[in-house]
């Protein structure tokens, strides 16, 4: 099946600095969503991104839409410990895979105070 | 307004018997969708579902396994004689029909085969 590749596979940061990650995939992808998984619960659409090149941001969130449509990021800046969780890139490729989001391993981020 | 309900959130099992997971919508959504997630891993599509019918199946284990979600209740997603590799969460997510690309899920079922 279709894979996306998320990196890094975890970090490690203290409180006040900015994170970044990404997603790549070998296909192109319609829409690009990234989620937010806390323990015990299940995941929480953070951004949502429709078009190639497309920039979206939800107050300290900054995520992109690739130009090749095959990969995306997710920039979190002034990191606060309530960040800490699982972060999952998720695509969607339309056609007769329309509504079947495909998701990567998830980012697992720590914040110290 | 109510996000996607999914009960139980804790089910265990003995192998050999069946597992009921159940899934309410959020209001006014007419799309379902479930996935599987195992320890330390990312979602992994099982079924996509409109009232009534089975829109794709093609993540779902071809035996055991089934799916419905009728014109009236909520969508079950049933297993069939459990195994211990069936332990894992099993997540409910639901879209509005004018936007079927964004998909909010449920605190999801975390279902434990002894």
């Known amino acids: 099946g279709q894979q996306l590749n998320q990196s890094p596979q975890s970090m490690f940061i203290q409180e006040g600095e900015d994170v970044s990650m990404n997603c790549t995939s070998s296909?192109?992808?319609?829409?690009w969503l990234w989620y937010k998984q806390d323990p015990g619960e299940g995941p929480v659409l953070l951004i949502a991104?429709?078009?190639?090149?497309e920039l979206t941001s939800n107050g300290r969130l900054t995520a992109q839409f690739g130009i090749t449509r095959k990969d995306s990021f997710l920039n979190i800046s002034a990191s606060i410990p309530s960040d800490v969780g699982i972060y999952f890139c998720?695509?969607?490729?339309?056609?007769?895979?329309?509504?079947?989001?495909?998701f990567g391993q998830g980012t697992i981020l720590t914040v110290h105070p | 307004n109510a996000g996607v309900m999914q009960n139980p959130r804790h089910l265990v099992r003995r192998r050999g018997q069946e597992a009921r997971l159940r899934c309410s919508p959020m209001?006014?959504?007419?799309?379902v969708y479930w996935y599987r997630q195992l320890p330390e891993e990312g979602l992994k599509f099982m079924v996509y579902?409109?009232?009534?019918?089975?829109?794709?199946e093609s993540g779902m284990p071809k035996e055991r396994f089934s799916a419905e979600f009728p014109k009236e209740g909520p969508s079950i997603l049933r297993i069939q004689q459990v195994v211990r590799g069936d332990s894992a969460a099993y997540f409910c997510?639901?879209?509005?029909?004018?936007?079927?690309?964004?998909?909010?899920f449920g605190a999801g079922t975390r279902l434990s085969v002894l």
């Open positions: 997510a639901s879209s509005p029909p004018i936007n079927q690309n964004i998909q909010y």
């Open positions: 296909s192109i992808f319609n829409t």
């Open positions: 991104l429709y078009k190639a090149g």
């Open positions: 998720a695509g969607q490729m339309g056609g007769t895979s329309y509504g079947k989001l495909t």
């Open positions: 209001k006014g959504h007419s799309h």
């Open positions: 579902l409109q009232k009534e019918n089975i829109i794709d």
